[in-house]
């Protein structure tokens, strides 16, 4: 089984991507913030890593310069689930090493599509 970890502020959207995810094969991890979810991810070393960019404390774009630094993480898909839609944003997130950028409200089968492309 492919283990996605989440890191989402946001508790309703955190359980209910995880509950589709965890419904559609994959094990689910899951943090409430970005601190937190950078050390799960050194310590659990998922196949894919799912962001908010928007959080309190350590926001999403610091969570990808993290793990993109560190040897144990760098290779890691990592895809930005965001309310955001600027185009500016989208191509930041790009040119940091995001494999992709997912818009809230996301539509759930392109989650899965992406999250599968990413761990094929």
Do not use: W
Request: aromatic content about 6%.
């Amino acid at each position: 089984m492919k283990t996605v970890l989440i890191i989402e502020d946001n508790l309703e959207i955190r359980e209910n991507t995880g509950e589709i995810l965890e419904l559609t094969g994959f094990t689910v991890l899951s943090s409430d913030n970005g601190r937190h979810g950078i050390t799960l991810a050194v310590d659990s070393k998922p196949d894919v890593i799912l962001c908010d960019i928007m959080m309190p404390g350590i926001d999403g774009y610091q969570v990808i310069r993290e793990l993109k630094a560190n040897p144990l993480t760098a290779s890691i898909p990592f895809i930005y689930i965001t309310a955001s839609c600027e185009k500016s944003e989208v191509k930041l997130a790009m040119d940091m090493g995001a494999y992709g950028y997912i818009r809230k409200p996301f539509d759930v089968d392109e989650l899965v599509q992406l999250i599968n492309t990413c761990v094929e």
